[in-house]
T-cell receptor, first 110, second 114 residues
Framework: QKEVEQNSGPLSVPEGAIASLNCTYS??????FFWYRQYSGKSPELIMF????GDKEDGRFTAQLNKASQYVSLLIRDSQPSDSATYLC??????????FGKGNQVVVIP | DVKVTQSSRYLVKRTGEKVFLECVQD?????MFWYRQDPGLGLRLIYF???????EKGDIPEGYSVSREKKERFSLILESASTNQTSMYLC?????????????FGQGTRLTVV
């Protein structure tokens, strides 16, 4: 199994601040990368995807991809209490098989 | 609207019972997956299927089997339930979504084996 690592522990951020999440992956041939958000007791939902090196912005979310260093990150600007959730990084291993990281919990403090 | 439906939200079964978890999707996707999710371990792939009657082992297939007799339905079977199979089970259907191939998840089944 190809590895997807999300190593940082729970992240607490004040409301309005930027939350930054990182993810590294082992397969240099991976082409597509995803961030899923999972609220407690709910199933994951896709919030961002990225294929190309650089930044991709969607509202308050920015995904950053660096294939040479094999990492992908997610920035949440102007964090809101509704952003409190677990964020899962996923990498397409090929043939639509996704490898998931263990997730990072984000807590936004009002 | 995309829909993946799992047959039960909560299930309690006894050790040794045969357990069936059903998943149905209405998107005509070929690819369907079963994961289990445990605290600290993330999502782990149990089995997946690329087409009717096809199945592939994932990373943790021991103690499980699957059935895909129709394109829209993918069933996970616990042959003889054990307490270490207490977990959240998530079914996913993977296909083209918002300009990208993405995973659509069912609502999850929380299985407790006593």
């Amino acid at each position: 199994q190809k590895e997807v690592e999300q190593n940082s522990g729970p992240l607490s951020v004040p409301e309005g601040a930027i939350a930054s999440l990182n993810c590294t992956y082992s397969d240099r041939g991976s082409q597509s990368f995803f961030w899923y958000r999972q609220y407690s007791g709910k199933s994951p939902e896709l919030i961002m995807f990225i294929y190309s090196n650089g930044d991709k912005e969607d509202g308050r979310f920015t995904a950053q991809l660096n294939k040479a260093s094999q990492y992908v990150s997610l920035l949440i600007r102007d964090s809101q209490p509704s952003d409190s959730a677990t964020y899962l990084c996923a990498v397409n291993e090929g043939n639509n098989r996704l490898a998931f990281g263990k997730g990072n919990q984000v807590v936004v403090i009002p | 609207d995309v829909k993946v439906t799992q047959s039960s939200r909560y299930l309690v079964k006894r050790t040794g019972e045969k357990v069936f978890l059903e998943c149905v999707q209405d998107m005509d996707h070929e690819n369907m997956f079963w994961y289990r999710q445990d605290p600290g371990l993330g999502l782990r792939l149990i089995y997946f299927s690329y087409d009717v009657k096809m199945k592939e082992k994932g990373d943790i297939p021991e103690g499980y089997s699957v059935s895909r007799e129709k394109k829209e339905r993918f069933s996970l079977i616990l042959e003889s339930a054990s307490t270490n199979q207490t977990s959240m089970y998530l079914c996913a259907s993977i296909g083209f979504g918002r300009a990208v191939t993405e995973a659509f998840f069912g609502q999850g089944t929380r299985l407790t084996v006593v």
